[in-house]
């Protein structure tokens, strides 16, 4: 099972004909090497694609050559979706370390409406993204550089995990000193000094690239962060539910198994 159609399942329980859409999403995965510009703003938004493998990062450039990183992506995510409305894409797309992308025509998209649950399931990951990325910016907004840097640690190994289950408490810091400098807002210069900062209170360890998360609890209390993972609502799913099954009944929607699926819900 690839890493999106996982990263969903471990939450939800889908029906076959839900699974095979999801991984014929990243069914055909290319590589792409450290650096490597995956699609370029302006360029036509034709595909979006499901990051498998590696990180990747969206960011902005502009006229006189400087950027900004807009986000960073983990295995599990979808890429170049906010651009799925428009004739271009509206961002840079880089590798920020060697990765597996899976690209599919955006118009394959259109099939959700034929399945009502899963379009409902895509939208609740869709504003989930969407508040993660309004925290972060609250976070640039309102807080220090070491509680910037505490939020960004904490919020790579909890996105990390969400995709991962063997991720536990470390992983390796793909991104340079100048690339978080420029995800939590302040020059190399700083970034360097209150990283070395927030080694020395201990919460956080670091050997050569790779990061532990020592005091996982007391970091995510310094920068303030709320994980957002565990707070899905499903009870309003149940409507999408009955709709899925009048379509089914109506011979409007494939259902493979000839069974109801079971209602949404979180696997424990």
Same mark, same amino acid.
């Given at each position: +099972?690839? &890493?999106? #159609? !996982? =990263?969903? $399942?471990?939450?939800? /329980? *889908?029906?076959?004909?839900?699974?095979?859409?999801?991984? %014929?999403?990243?069914?055909?995965?290319?590589?792409?090497?450290?650096?490597?510009?995956?699609?370029?703003?302006?360029?036509?938004?034709?595909?979006?694609?499901?990051?498998?493998?590696?990180?990747?990062?969206?960011?902005?450039?502009?006229?006189?050559?400087s950027n900004q990183i807009r986000r960073l992506h983990f295995p599990g995510d979808l890429l170049a979706?906010?651009?799925?409305?428009?004739?271009?894409?509206?961002?840079?797309?880089?590798?920020?370390?060697?990765?597996?992308?899976?690209?599919?025509?955006?118009?394959?998209?259109?099939?959700?409406?034929?399945?009502?649950?899963?379009?409902?399931?895509?939208? +609740?990951? &869709?504003? #989930? !993204? =969407?508040? $993660?990325?309004?925290? /972060? *910016?609250?976070?640039?907004?309102?807080?220090?550089?070491? %509680?910037?840097?505490?939020?960004?640690?904490?919020?790579?190994?909890?996105?990390?995990?969400?995709?991962?289950?063997?991720?536990?408490?470390?992983?390796?810091?793909?991104?340079?000193?100048?690339?978080?400098?420029?995800?939590?807002?302040?020059?190399?210069?700083?970034?360097?000094?209150?990283?070395?900062?927030?080694?020395?209170?201990?919460?956080?360890?670091?050997?050569?690239?790779?990061?532990?998360?020592?005091?996982?609890?007391?970091?995510?209390?310094?920068?303030?962060?709320?994980d957002r993972d565990g707070d899905f609502d499903f009870d309003w799913l149940s409507g999408v539910e009955?709709?899925?099954?009048?379509?089914? &009944?109506?011979?409007?929607?494939?259902?493979?198994?000839?069974?109801?699926?079971?209602?949404?819900?979180?696997?424990?």
């Amino acid at each position: +099972m690839g &890493a999106f #159609a !996982e =990263r969903v $399942t471990r939450r939800f /329980r *889908l029906d076959p004909a839900e699974i095979a859409y999801l991984e %014929k999403l990243e069914g055909r995965p290319v590589p792409v090497r450290r650096g490597q510009t995956i699609v370029e703003e302006g360029d036509p938004a034709d595909r979006a694609f499901v990051l498998t493998s590696g990180w990747v990062l969206s960011g902005t450039r502009f006229p006189d050559g400087s950027n900004q990183i807009r986000r960073l992506h983990f295995p599990g995510d979808l890429l170049a979706m906010p651009s799925v409305p428009m004739r271009h894409h509206a961002e840079d797309l880089e590798a920020v370390s060697d990765a597996l992308v899976a690209p599919f025509p955006k118009a394959v998209l259109g099939e959700l409406f034929g399945m009502p649950r899963l379009a409902a399931i895509m939208y +609740m990951f &869709a504003q #989930a !993204e =969407r508040i $993660t990325a309004g925290d /972060r *910016l609250a976070s640039i907004g309102h807080n220090c550089a070491k %509680k910037r840097l505490a939020f960004l640690l904490v919020d790579i190994l909890h996105r990390l995990r969400s995709a991962d289950t063997s991720v536990t408490n470390s992983y390796y810091m793909h991104l340079t000193r100048e690339q978080m400098a420029h995800v939590i807002g302040v020059t190399p210069v700083h970034a360097s000094r209150t990283w070395t900062a927030l080694l020395a209170e201990g919460m956080v360890r670091c050997e050569g690239r790779m990061v532990t998360i020592v005091d996982e609890r007391q970091l995510a209390r310094r920068g303030y962060y709320f994980d957002r993972d565990g707070d899905f609502d499903f009870d309003w799913l149940s409507g999408v539910e009955d709709e899925s099954e009048r379509r089914r &009944a109506a011979g409007t929607a494939p259902d493979p198994s000839g069974k109801r699926a079971p209602t949404p819900r979180v696997l424990t």
